[in-house]
């Protein structure tokens, strides 16, 4: 497995003074460091943050395995319901593991298509139903609060939509993701006889990729978990690491805080030039945002932080958003996610037209032209002051995936101590929660009712 880190096109020397890193701000980024790396260490041990121990956790590796084992023949669709880190994770292993839609093909009971309810728009939810078949359905419904309204109002759909075909046996073909000791999902999981997996209470959603909610959909699509959370086992070992050329996730983080807080660069674009790592981009979108964007720091003081994470894919959005990235204000790092071998090499072939636009391509790979194409953009913006970055995976494949999710995550923990900031909060997303649970008659909730009816007021 070997996944590197290339910060040069964040140097000074690359991109001029006024927006790249100079040794002396590099240097002094050796002692946030490893403060940040202390601090992080401190409350895992503490038990305030489980993700780094979710590798390790072999007998739910070998429970998940047993029920999908169980399972296996007699579905050709697996829906999942869930919503925000019940659901990108999911989306992410599948479109890196068997392709982006819809160059997957149909499902079958060999090879089970993943279908993931995320919104409750109506005409969205019908057209998901129109394709499926209840008798060959799966259904793993994920919350770990277990009461999120878009997703209980889903599975309510689904679930009655399977008891109208199959009855009694409607249970049985449905397993659920939630917390242990709390939440509705989980008395209703108990009363009814869904198989049910726990996540971690110190796990957030954003985090819990690799626990049940991750691992549960992924296992019953074919996805070999033993190898994702093995990968993702060799970055924890790193991460620990106090040494930055081994431990890419510190190493990233501070060279992302310098070049946000020193050169003022608020946006991250999340630029994977493969469309299989696509599903990450927009996973890593949701990790960047939800755990970096805060009011108030640890002391209390109100700071209003935040790097806005954008996902572009390359080549496409070469010929969408470059445009914007090279002449558009300056207020941007680029991060490019590179794989050295891609699945399958596609060679063109040389059809000799006699057109110098087609004929200088014949004999070469399309690989080839990805990766000229990446390299380009990177010396173009480089070439232009545009700082940027590149991850480069030998491969994807469970093992540099799960490796991959770790090291995500781990970066965003350091940034977190960096900026003096709880990460693993999310105190923006429950105002909106109450009031949903409040317009939708929600009993305990007339606070907020009546806050929208003030809100509604002032609107005239």
């Known amino acids: 497995m070997s996944i590197s880190f290339d910060p040069r096109n964040l140097l000074a020397s690359m991109v001029g003074d006024e927006n790249g890193l100079t040794q002396a701000e590099l240097n002094g980024g050796q002692e946030a460091a490893a403060s940040a790396l202390a601090g992080f260490r401190k409350g895992y041990a ?12 072999k007998k739910l590796i070998q429970e998940i395995e047993v ?5 296996s023949g007699t579905y050709d669709t697996v829906c999942v319901v869930g919503i925000g880190g019940s659901a990108l994770g999911c989306w992410a292993v599948d479109c890196a593991m068997r392709g982006p839609h819809p160059v997957q093909g149909s499902g079958t009971t060999k090879r089970p298509r993943l279908v993931i309810l995320d919104n409750v728009d109506p005409d969205f939810l019908n057209h998901a139903l129109e394709s499926m078949s209840p008798k060959k359905t799966l259904v793993v419904v994920i919350a770990k609060s277990g009461s999120t309204a878009e997703t209980m109002g889903g599975f309510l759909v689904v679930r009655e939509w399977l008891m109208n075909s199959l009855g009694k046996k409607a249970a049985g073909r449905i397993i659920a993701v939630t917390s242990e000791g709390r939440g509705d999902l989980k008395v209703l999981a108990t009363q009814e006889g869904y198989v049910t997996f726990h996540i971690p209470e110190n796990v957030g959603g954003r985090f819990s990729v690799l626990s049940a909610v991750g691992l549960v959909p992924a296992a019953l699509i074919g996805v070999n978990i033993k190898k994702l959370c093995r990968g993702a086992a060799e970055m924890t070992t790193a991460a620990w690491s106090e040494d930055l050329e081994t431990n890419l996730a510190l190493s990233a983080a501070v060279h992302h805080w310098l070049i946000w ?62 445009q914007l990235y090279m002449e558009g204000p300056n207020d941007k790092v680029y991060s490019f996610w590179v794989v050295e071998k891609p699945k399958k090499q596609v060679k063109i072939p040389k059809a000799k037209l006699g057109l110098d636009g087609f004929d200088y391509l014949g004999g070469q790979s399309m690989g080839k032209l990805l990766d000229a194409e990446r390299r380009a953009t990177e010396a173009a913006l480089a070439t232009n002051g545009r700082p940027n970055c590149t991850f480069t995976l030998e491969r994807v494949d469970e093992e540099h995936l ?10 965003t923990a350091f940034m977190g101590e960096l900026l003096n900031i709880n990460a693993f909060d999310q105190e923006g997303v429950e105002l909106g929660k109450k009031f949903t649970y409040a317009l939708m008659g929600r009993s305990g909730w007339d606070e907020f009712k009546e806050r929208f009816a003030d809100y509604e007021k002032k609107r005239g």
Do not use: C
């Open 46 to 57: 503490e038990g305030l943050y489980g993700f780094p121990d979710l590798p390790g956790n």
């Open 67 to 71: 029920v999908a084992k169980k399972y």
């Open 402 to 411: 799960g490796a991959f999710f770790q090291l995500m995550e781990f970066e």
């Open 261 to 322: 807080t020193k050169k003022n660069k608020s946006i991250q674009v999340a630029f994977p030039y493969s469309n299989f790592l696509w599903g990450a981009a927009f996973w890593f979108r949701q990790l960047w945002a939800e755990s970096l964007g805060k009011a108030k720091d640890r002391t209390g003081a109100v700071v209003n932080v935040g790097q806005t994470p954008v996902a572009a894919l390359g080549t496409t959005d070469q010929h969408s958003q470059v």
